[in-house]
């Protein structure tokens, strides 16, 4: 049973992150035309060209992706539930899946932050993924970067985002914890 629900978890967390990906990449008005952006394209595009005709974006905004992160936590919260309990039910299962969303949103920048900082160290921006990894977290590191800048060639900007960072997940599981 164990494995089930490893197996479970992961498929739809890989697939809700490429999901929040295509979101995030979108917003950043990052490179659609990179390596990596043209798998993150491929991997979303059958399930999200279908919801592009009944939902359109508005302002900018890719609603349609939004919903198929939905969909997605939708489909795994379900099918957790149907595999470990046997039942569907469905008022907890929209609330975990907006949780979800969360959740996976805060681990996909945080993934995205670490590996940019990892690869930065070896490929020195040479590589496509990083290019595409430097687009969409360097919004969120230049502000950092303003206020404390670079020292002695160590950018203390990741460590200080990942820290704020954290300090908001652990922020939104207190206000989860008091509602639950």
């Not at 498929?11 to 659609?32: C, E, G, N, P, S």
């Not at 990596?36 to 992706?65: E, N, Y």
């Amino acid at each position: 049973m164990n494995a089930v629900i490893f197996t479970i978890n992961t498929l739809f967390d890989l697939y809700l992150m490429v999901v929040l990906l295509r979101l995030w990449l979108q917003w950043a008005r990052a490179d659609f035309y990179n390596p990596f952006s043209q798998f993150v394209i491929k991997a979303t595009d059958p399930l999200l060209r279908p919801l592009r005709r009944v939902i359109p974006g508005w302002g900018g905004f890719d609603f349609a992706s939004l919903v198929l992160a939905l969909l997605v936590a939708i489909a795994k919260i379900s099918l957790l539930q149907f595999v470990i309990n046997g039942g569907f039910p469905w008022a907890a299962i929209g609330i975990s899946s907006i949780v979800t969303v969360f959740k996976e949103a805060f681990n996909l920048i945080f993934w995205v932050v670490i590996i940019r900082a990892i690869m930065s160290w070896f490929s020195q921006g040479s590589h496509p993924i990083e290019m595409v990894l430097h687009q969409l977290s360097e919004p969120m590191l230049a502000p950092i970067r303003r206020i404390i800048p670079p020292m002695g060639g160590l950018d203390l900007s990741v460590i200080v985002f990942l820290f704020g960072l954290k300090i908001l997940e652990i922020l939104f599981n207190d206000v989860l914890r008091a509602f639950t």
